[in-house]
């Protein structure tokens, strides 16, 4: 694919101060500045100046001025839009104001989420030549449990929506199908919260039966009832200066929700048997995989409440809306099973079982599935017979997704693999809902990434595989064209 973008012009003005004015810092000394990696490029996407953060960011020590942002942070021949993502550049220049989104940067082999705040720079005219952006690595921890795994428009949309609510006080709803990670939602909010040295309290709703839950989150004095023969400490009190995660808030009786509206409004609490108001300085995060809604206008749930927690609400899609996340997030769950990791990676069919599937217990579900295939593979490989899938409920419940029993033992999912001849096939390798998958053969691969100019995700999403088996593909296309 040849590039339609003009070519940097080494005559075209860098940002500078005027050079008789020597007793101003340099554009150099002042991009120093920031510790963080920082980069100035023009409207042509083409880098004019850049810190030294930024160039050791990319392992870069020589110059890259002149170089196109997209291929130095992406390895890209074109726009970074072009490929699926938000591009900071032109809404930078079609707004006027700044922006900030999440990417995926590749240093090499490697990729890393990053955190990019882009500003407009004007010149003396008000005109914008330039965007200065500032670039903040999101850690990932791999043993991390709570760890938000993917890179699909949805997650990462989700991921940088978190990242602005995370460092405020705000109150956030979540909602979302059963299985989807609230609790995780929930734990990247607090991690990455002011709050985060302090604890985070998880109560869930729906395991608490409804005569302990006042008890549990209020506490109580000594000699309140029967009972009572020592003061408790509710969980809201226990989360002073952190965090209160409630879970299946939708399982609240309506005295209790007025009794928690009141704790949001005065941040103040009373125990049972007390007499007095004490307060206490909580963020609140709830969660539900109920219609809140329709409870509300059912008379089920407290409008006021309702409006009081969705100060910010957060919806995390279901996983048939990130299929593309499907191979990550099975291997994220391989390396925290125990003998998990040496299954990794996943071979190509497993995948594409694994994608055609609309998973109606989402994350849960595919944990499950994959916690089974380790203990029936039994150190072996792991293959389809092994893949405990029930198609049944696959057909089923694909309106009914909050009524599956996904604990229950399903009977193993098989498919069978015809034998492939086209070499010229242009079409999905797999074909969702057909239960037939085969493997796609090099001749194949090549095409589709020639099809796609050399994008490697849009390409393995057709071919029903994972980057990394796209990846182990291209090494072996490699070897044979040397050969």
Request: proline letters at 5%.
């Amino acid at each position: 694919m040849k590039n339609s973008f003009p070519k940097y012009k080494p005559s075209e003005p860098h940002i500078h101060l005027k050079d008789d004015d020597i007793s101003k810092p340099s554009c150099d000394d002042l991009i120093n500045i920031f510790n963080d990696p920082f980069v100035i490029i023009d409207r042509h996407y083409q880098i004019v100046a850049s810190n030294k953060a930024y160039r050791s960011s990319f392992h870069v020590h020589n110059t890259i001025e002149g170089k196109f942002c997209y291929e130095v942070s992406h390895s890209y021949d074109s726009p970074c839009s072009q490929h699926g993502e938000h591009c900071p550049l032109e809404t930078v220049m079609r707004t006027g104001k700044s922006t900030s989104v999440l990417h995926i940067h590749k240093h090499g082999d490697e990729e890393e989420q990053v955190q990019i705040s882009a500003s407009p720079i004007h010149n003396d005219s008000g005109e914008i030549h330039y965007m200065g952006e500032t670039m903040v690595t999101i850690p990932q921890e791999e043993k991390d449990p709570q760890l938000i795994v993917g890179r699909t428009p949805a997650i990462l949309r989700l991921i940088n929506i978190l990242h602005r609510v995370a460092p405020t006080q705000s109150t956030v709803f979540i909602e979302g199908e059963s299985g989807v990670g609230k609790d995780c939602v929930a734990n990247y909010i607090h991690h990455y919260s002011k709050r985060s040295s302090k604890p985070m309290i998880v109560v869930d709703c729906g395991a608490i039966g409804e005569t302990l839950i006042e008890s549990e989150l209020f506490g109580y004095e000594k000699g309140a009832f029967t009972g009572a023969l020592k003061q408790k400490i509710g969980l809201i009190e226990s989360a002073h200066g952190g965090t209160l995660f409630i879970d299946e808030i939708g399982e609240l009786s309506l005295d209790l929700q007025t009794k928690l509206l009141r704790v949001l409004e005065s941040s103040t609490i009373r125990r049972i048997g007390g007499t007095h108001y004490f307060e206490v300085d909580v963020r609140i995060i709830a969660a539900t995989n109920q219609d809140v809604k329709k409870m509300v206008k059912e008379g089920k749930f407290r409008q006021d409440l309702y409006y009081r927690l969705a100060t910010f609400p957060v919806h995390v899609p279901p996983l048939r809306e990130r299929k593309a996340d499907i191979p990550a997030i099975a291997e994220h769950f391989l390396r925290i099973l125990d003998d998990g990791a040496q299954h990794i990676p996943l071979p190509s069919d497993i995948i594409e079982i694994l994608s055609s599937y609309d998973f109606p217990g989402n994350i849960r579900e595919l944990r499950n599935i994959m916690e089974r295939a380790v203990i029936l593979s039994a150190g072996d490989f792991i293959s389809e017979e092994h893949l405990t899938i029930d198609k049944t409920i696959h057909h089923a419940a694909s309106n009914e997704y909050d009524h599956v029993d996904v604990e229950d033992f399903p009977t193993p999912f098989h498919s069978k693999h015809p034998t492939q001849t086209d070499e010229n096939i242009s079409t999905p390798i797999y074909k969702p809902g057909t239960g037939k998958s085969r493997k796609p053969n090099l001749a194949t691969v090549k095409q589709t990434l020639e099809r796609h100019n050399g994008h490697r995700l849009s390409a393995a999403q057709e071919l029903g595989i994972s980057e990394r088996t796209l990846y182990r593909y291209l090494q072996r296309i490699s070897k044979m064209e040397q050969e």
